[in-house]
């Protein structure tokens, strides 16, 4: 049976010991990637913690003044983790309160820094069993602020803090997996499991939302439960559109793209999911699922899923990500074609790719106010003029540009997608120790 934690926790298929063990070897696309890969440096017991190690002389390891935008939750700063890493030196931030985490009778041993992150520091925990002596490993990730606070806050089962006051440091420490992430997924067996989550799931309101705040990167969700989608969805597309103008500036044509999807187009397209009669059923929902939060086990060979930004919601809204340019291996048609084998696309199914075209607008915009600059602003736009002149015209937008659209059959590189194989679509991510 498939089950499903919030960001911090990974989403597990197989069996209940698969936990995170490598969440940070997949770097999306043009995401900033730390150098904390290459550092030489372990981090032993022998080594003496004190205040050189949590880095609170340094200005840079300070809280910056956070973003704040006035209808979202509070926003983490601009710093990245990683940024934090290289002030180090190539020494692990270390702390007691990560020893004190470890299973009862377990001794630390050592800690060293393992893949990269775009937005926290992650390391791989040596410690010997009270038992038989052998090693145990741990993986594990650290952040910094209200910025680690709210990343890593969505599991408190498998988080805490450290002792240290500066910086203020949170940290997730869970059973460390070897794990393949080369490899695409056969479509069959990764959308019937995908679809099967998603049916089993239930949220405890009966409503669309989440109990805490999840993240997508070190982007906060708009989670406040709403009986109705529509409305939830709304909320959660202008909360990463406000971010966005925040991190990216103002782009008039935009903004009034954004406010006629907002209250023209989300109601045309998402309110008839819910009229008539017709029930919606909240399901939960990886919320940020794209080639690179999933591998394979390479012990079990089961599928694990991670890094989630989890939020109960219209289970087609998962398949939004697999639109967007950094998701090279889920946007080849067979995924989606399989997947409503197992899940069929929800009344009126004629508009089901309008609304893969809606929701995937919300992984584009998050994207770009993570990645300042990002060509993916251009193509949400893109993607807001098209629904824009098919469900509600306004003027004082651009018109809709084929050419540029990754799904029109005008874009250049239509064909190259456009299959049913998926030996086509391997990765380009590599698995970095």
């Known amino acids: ?72 939750p509070d926003t983490p700063n601009t710093e990245s983790a990683p940024a934090y890493s290289e002030a180090l030196g190539g020494v692990f931030p270390m702390d007691e309160a990560l020893i004190e985490a470890l299973p009862a009778g377990s001794t630390f041993v050592s800690v060293e820094h393992f893949g990269t992150s775009a937005w926290t520091i992650t390391g791989k925990v040596t410690a010997r069993d009270a038992d038989d002596e052998s090693e145990q490993y741990y993986f594990v990730k650290i952040a910094y602020g209200e910025t680690g606070r709210v990343m890593l806050g969505g599991d408190p089962s498998g988080t805490d803090k450290y002792h240290a006051q500066s910086p203020e440091t949170y940290f997730y420490l869970s059973e460390f997996v070897d794990m393949d992430v080369t490899t695409p997924p056969d479509p069959a067996e990764f959308t019937s ?30 989670v406040d439960w709403q009986e109705s989608w529509a409305e939830f969805y709304r909320n959660l597309f202008l909360g990463v559109c406000e971010l966005d103008l925040k991190r990216n500036g103002p782009w008039p044509e935009y903004e009034r793209a954004i406010n006629q999807i907002a209250w023209k187009v989300i109601p045309r397209l998402l309110e008839p999911l819910q009229g008539n009669g017709r029930k919606l059923k909240p399901c939960i929902i990886h919320g940020d699922l794209w080639e690179g939060n999933m591998g394979i086990n390479m012990e079990t060979g089961d599928s694990l899923l991670f890094d989630a ?6 289970n087609e809204m998962e398949l939004g990500h697999w639109r967007c340019e950094f998701s090279s291996v889920f946007r080849a048609e067979v995924y989606t074609r399989q997947y409503l084998r197992h899940y069929p696309a929800a009344e009126p199914a004629e508009e089901f790719d309008d609304r893969i075209r809606l929701y995937s607008l919300k992984g584009a915009i998050n994207y770009s106010a993570g990645h300042v600059d990002s060509d993916l602003r251009k193509t949400a736009y893109n993607n807001m003029c098209y629904l824009c002149e098919k469900y509600a015209p306004i003027d004082g937008i651009a018109p809709y540009n084929p050419l540029i659209d990754l799904l029109s059959r005008g874009h250049a590189s239509f064909r190259t997608w456009q299959t049913d194989s998926f030996e086509d679509f391997k990765p380009e991510i590599a698995h970095i120790y």
């Open 1 to 72: 049976m498939a089950t499903l934690a919030t960001h911090s926790q990974p989403v597990v298929w197989g069996s209940a010991t698969d936990q995170d063990g490598n969440s940070s070897a997949n770097p999306r696309p043009e995401e900033p990637r730390s150098s904390s890969g290459d550092f030489p440096a372990v981090y032993t017991r022998d080594h003496e913690i004190g205040d050189e190690d949590n880095g609170s002389s340094n200005p840079l390891l300070q809280d910056s003044q956070s973003l704040k935008a006035p209808t979202t």
């Open 309 to 314: 930004g989890s939020y109960f919601a219209h």
């Open 193 to 222: 499991r995908l679809a099967l989550m998603h049916k089993l799931s239930k949220s405890p309101t009966g409503k669309f939302g989440f109990h805490v705040r999840t993240c997508d990167g070190d982007r906060a969700h708009v």
